[in-house]
């Protein structure tokens, strides 16, 4: 079953059943004032941090409660409902809804009893503040009096674990005042001051612009009375709220407005929310006594995100490859970029930073769209670089380089739980490096000083240098860096002597590219050590690792080996086998064995599995993913991260039918009729699905904040559409489905527009037999930045 469409024109995703599988998410807002939305209304907003900076509750693990909630009621007859489908939950057979989740945006449609309304929610571009403005229509032929309530439930404190745990404290540190037209909340109010008296503090209001308060509420239990739940508060029933404010106990903001409507009569009242003290209030509610404020600023929202879309645009045979690539795989690599892993209805806000490896991947995913916003942020993650080489596994968001503790300090340790270095957090640098200056020709960019995080300062060519170091001065026993606290796979714990193949084949990509580099400065002593360090890394690979059809994961500390085809347990690996390519590690022979093997014992219905089969009973000391069922998270699910790479292995070996069988198989879009079993949005990637040896397969997990996100963003588009920018230029070398017989794809490059078409008459899958760029036809499938105009044609005959 499908519980609503992909609609590219307006790049929304529309639901139009509301009763879907799980809550289906959106984002609002940007990394000074987040917000996230279910189609359902639930969700919770934050200043800067989901962990220090909430607003407003939400019951993760339960049911889609509470949120930015409008109640409506007839008062003629009594009834009510609300303006998204839940918390009241009106029969659907009479209750019509849509939800349009859009690019910055959602909005909630819905027709009930003869009413219509429509709500707007958005966070304003460079605003901390957000709106919710409901458009209600009458459209029964009859005159109607109704009751509008806006309701938001207010944390009693920033920090989300204390709000929710410390009660004993935090029932008793906030009050609610009204005034005009809002609710005011304080809190500690004797250490910040009142709100009614122009402070700045921990003060946050709730307004409405657009019809008369009638009666309102500051303290939640009044506004639900007792017994009561979101789908039936009292005050609501009533008709009205006993105007009782909070003292001790829990806050909420709930405005009233009677409004008589005529026929085909409409009104629009907007509610608007932030931390915020009186006088700031003010300022903001005066913005809205126009409602061309809320066109345009939705407007500005469209144009903002389109543009940034619109410089990918992709056209294949296949609609759902080509609503992720154009609109929501793109999408949801900004949010991932701007979020990392801090807030959704999974990750609990609790994470006050970002992770080092998982920042520096999200990267990859927008650089072809907007490469200097991807630059700054590469430039604050260089800054989180130790002078050791090492990466901080978590870097704070107010993160200051240069007077950063490492986790060799044990107060370091103390504030972020981080007790020792990952193995792999610093090797992303080199892909996504080299990434941004392939898509801009910056060169330059090598030799920009950016401060280490604990000390000291050096170019970007030093700090890749140092990471190089970092692995070099960790090996093990076969000279192969060592697994540390963890190689990416978090739950392998390797150990300071043990050692991973994973991390090898990630430290001899980051040796090819940083011998390019080193090349083109001239750095001729640097490049022999490089090309050393490359001959010596890549025999002990396929000496010490490949095993006649794949290559091992690694080894323990006491030697033992991980991912042999003789285990019982865990004898098939995914990483090390897509890596080898990526990498260019294995020979043709080698990856060509390897990636049929990965199809014959890791591939499933849903996508492939990170490893086979799933531990229950051999699993190694420091195999922590024996901790989750079989087929579940590390231990043997379709770990959608992993996708992405296994997707552009199998592209750069020229096998485009593989490639997409593989992004079918996962892709959310490609399963939008299969939702009861996915479970999860059909327009975002889970962190993973459950795989065979689970009675759920194909259930889906841990929305819209993945890697996977990036990862199969890179695998698509340098993969499958084979878009490849290097220093100089841009290879282009699709690997498609042999069915295909065209594609184009428009691409802004380096300020020009590339126009390219790839024409595939005779099924093929890679490879190319003519390219055009102008009418011109070229060498080789290479175009040169040099010979760019600011509007070119490109031909690929396939």
């Known amino acids: 079953m499908n519980y609503g469409y992909f609609d590219d024109a307006n790049k929304e995703y529309v639901i139009t059943k509301p009763d879907t599988p799980a809550p289906w998410a959106n984002y609002l807002g940007s990394p000074e004032y987040g917000a996230i939305i279910s189609n359902n209304a639930g969700g919770y907003s934050f200043v800067k941090s989901g962990a220090n900076g909430r607003i407003l509750r939400y019951h993760f693990n339960s049911d889609d409660t509470p949120g930015r909630y409008i109640y409506i009621r007839d008062d003629e007859t009594k009834d009510y409902w609300s303006a998204s489908w839940q918390p009241v939950g009106k029969d659907l057979s009479v209750y019509k809804s849509e939800c349009h989740h859009g690019t910055g945006y959602t909005n909630m449609k819905a027709s009930y009893a003869g009413i219509d309304t429509e709500v707007l929610y958005y966070v304003p571009m460079n605003k901390t503040y957000e709106v919710w403005s409901m458009k209600i229509t009458n459209a ?38 009204f005034k005009e037209n809002k609710i005011l909340q304080a809190i500690n109010e004797n250490c910040t001051g009142s709100p009614v008296n122009g402070s700045t503090g921990k003060n946050r209001f709730f307004a409405q612009t657009g019809a008369q308060v009638t009666s309102y509420n500051g303290n939640k239990d009044s506004f639900f009375g007792k017994y009561h739940s979101y789908g039936d508060p009292k005050a609501v029933i009533d008709g009205k709220c006993n105007n009782e404010l909070n003292y001790n106990s829990n806050s909420c903001g709930a405005l009233h407005s009677a409004i008589e409507l005529q026929p085909g009569e409409s009104k629009v009242i907007t509610y608007l929310l932030g931390s915020k003290n009186e006088a700031e209030a003010d300022e903001i509610i005066a913005r809205y006594q126009s409602e061309d404020a809320v066109c345009k600023e939705v407007q500005e929202l469209k144009d903002f995100w389109h543009a940034k879309l619109q410089n990918l645009v992709v056209k294949t045979p296949d609609a759902a490859f080509n609503s992720m690539i154009n609109i929501w795989n793109a999408y949801q690599c900004f949010i991932t970029f701007t979020w990392s892993r801090a807030a959704s209805f999974v990750y609990c806000g609790e994470r006050n930073g970002y992770g080092y490896r998982d920042t520096v991947q999200d990267i990859q995913g927008i650089i072809h769209l907007d490469p200097e ?103 093990g026993a076969h000279k192969m860096p060592a697994g540390l606290h963890a190689d990416w796979n978090d739950c392998l714990r390797l150990g300071k002597a043990g050692e991973s193949s994973f991390v090898a084949m990630q430290l001899y990509y980051g040796l090819v590219i940083l011998k390019e580099f080193a090349t083109e400065k001239n750095d001729t002593e640097y490049v022999k050590y490089l090309s050393d360090l490359q001959d ?80 229950k009973q051999h699993a190694f000391k420091g195999a922590l993913s024996l901790l989750f069922n079989p087929s579940t998270k590390e231990n043997g699910s379709v770990f959608s991260q992993t996708q992405g790479w296994i997707i552009l292995a199998e592209s750069l070996m020229g096998h485009g039918n ?69 220093p100089d230029g841009l290879c282009i070398a699709p690997a498609i489905p042999s069915e295909w017989k065209e594609i184009t794809m428009e691409k802004v490059f380096r300020g020009c527009k590339l126009n390219i078409t790839v024409k595939n008459e005779n099924g093929a899958e890679g490879g190319y037999k003519e390219c055009y760029l102008n009418g011109v036809k070229l060498e080789k499938n290479y175009v040169s930045a040099t010979d760019l105009k600011d509007v070119n044609d490109i031909l690929l005959v396939m």
């Open 140 to 177: 029964s032929d009859r005159v109607r009096k109704l009751s509008a309530f806006g309701y938001a439930e207010f944390s009693n404190e920033d920090n989300y674990n204390q709000d929710q745990v410390n009660l004993q404290y935090t029932l008793f540190i906030t009050r609610t005042y």
């Open 536 to 615: 010596e890394l890549g025999s002990i690979i396929n000496s010490e690792c490949w095993e006649d059809d794949r290559y091992i994961r690694g080894f323990t500390e006491a030697g033992q080996v991980i991912g042999s085809k003789q285990d019982k347990e865990a004898s098939m690996w995914l990483n090390p086998q897509s890596w080898a390519v990526i990498s260019g590690v294995a020979s043709k022979e080698q990856a060509e064995k390897a990636l049929e093997k990965v199809h014959e014992e890791l591939n499933t219905a849903f996508g492939v599995r990170v490893m086979a089969p799933s531990f």
């Open 658 to 726: 593989r490639a997409f069988e593989y992004f079918k198989e996962s892709s959310p879009a490609s399963q939008n009729d299969n939702a009861d079993v996915r479970i999860l949005e059909p327009y975002v990637h889970g962190q993973f699905t459950e795989s065979a040896e689970s009675p759920f397969e194909g259930r889906a997990h841990v929305h819209w904040l993945t890697g996977t996100a990036s990862t199969v963003m890179v695998g698509c588009v340098e993969g499958i559409l084979g878009l490849r920018p290097d």
């Open 373 to 475: 916003q991807a630059a700054d942020k590469l430039r604050f993650m260089l800054s989180a670089q130790v002078d050791n080489g090492g990466g901080l596994p978590l870097v704070k968001f107010d993160h200051n380089p240069g007077h950063e503790g490492t986790p060799d300090d044990p107060e370091y340790v103390k504030e972020t739980g981080h007790p020792a270095y990952r193995a792999d957090d610093a090797l992303w640098l080199f892909p996504t490096v080299y990434k941004y200056i392939s898509e801009t020709g910056n060169k330059s960019f090598l030799d920009e000083v950016i401060p280490f995080s604990n000390k000291g300062e050096a170019t970007v060519y030093e700090h890749l240098k140092r990471a190089i170091q970092f692995s070099e001065d960790r090996l």
